[in-house]
């Protein structure tokens, strides 16, 4: 039996309520998500139900109330060192330019400044950016950030990739190419990779499996779905792929009562889980 890349196993997650003082509020309870070695799975769920507090878990920046994380059958105690994470906004410093923001990890990792260089280098040029290195945040669009983003987390190798979102603010045009992009690095080396998004065809068509959350509080998984769309995939044709279809349906199935329950929540009190 192969050894899960990165297993949450009971997760509870407690915290002190913001709306009323005393009180506790659980977002997630007793919540199972395991992630095998290369495989992509995706997390889809209402707003507010969980999903970036599972992820912050997983990267060991958040400490579970009850249950365990393991990474390659190891608990994690402390930060997940095997992990990168790709948030939702970029984490660029707008003091750096693109090639000195790609390289800062391996900086941190105390690797010799010209490898560094040379390997941020190599690694703008992958992700389309090759003349773009000397251009600082402020002088690049939102697609361009995200792209010096996902060079940043993954010039440190890692063998789990955790991403909250990544390419939400994006346009559709600009996001489909990103999620093309990111798909084509991920094939090379088949990373682990646990991937956050409210876009249920996002995650269909870059998933091998998209996992479904219920509506908080105390949200946990509802429903389990193996992607079975041949590879290697482009994200905009696969959408008229007739088994996308029929997996949106069953998916959305699901989903549908949990972001109706989502919703209604908003209406009356503002979240406290992400």
């Known amino acids: 039996m192969t050894v899960a890349a990165l297993a949450l196993e009971n997760i509870t997650c407690t915290f002190a309520s913001r709306e009323k003082r005393g009180q506790r509020y659980t977002a997630v309870r ?70 000195d923001n790609v390289l800062a990890g391996l900086s941190f990792h105390d690797v010799p400044r010209a490898e560094a260089r040379a390997r941020a280098e190599e690694w703008l040029k992958r992700v389309g950016l090759g003349g773009f290195g000397d251009r600082y945040p402020h002088q690049l669009s939102g697609g361009m950030r995200k792209r010096v983003a996902m060079a940043q987390t993954l010039i440190l190798d890692p063998d789990i990739i955790l991403m909250d979102e990544p390419f939400s603010a994006l346009d559709i045009q600009t996001r489909q190419l990103m999620e093309n992009e990111l798909l084509d690095l991920w094939a090379a080396k088949r990373k682990a990779v646990l991937f956050i998004t409210h876009d249920l065809d996002e995650a269909i068509a870059m998933s091998d499996r998209v996992v479904v959350l219920s509506a908080g509080p105390g949200t946990r998984p509802i429903g389990e779905f193996k992607i079975d769309l041949p590879r290697p995939r482009d994200v905009a044709e696969v959408r008229a792929h007739p088994r996308f279809v029929e997996l949106h349906a069953q998916i959305w199935s699901v989903l549908r009562d949990e972001v109706l329950k989502g919703y209604q929540q908003q209406l009356t009190v503002a979240p406290e889980g992400n």
């Open 30 to 99: 007793d919540t199972t998500l395991r992630i095998a070695p290369g495989e992509f799975v995706s997390v889809v769920g209402p707003t507010g139900c969980g999903k970036s507090t599972l992820l912050n878990v997983g990267a060991g920046l958040l400490e579970p109330s009850s249950g365990s994380v393991t990474v390659f059958g190891e608990t994690l105690k402390g930060i997940n060192r095997r992990a990168g994470y790709m948030f939702q906004a970029d984490a660029l410093m707008p003091w750096r330019s693109a090639l």
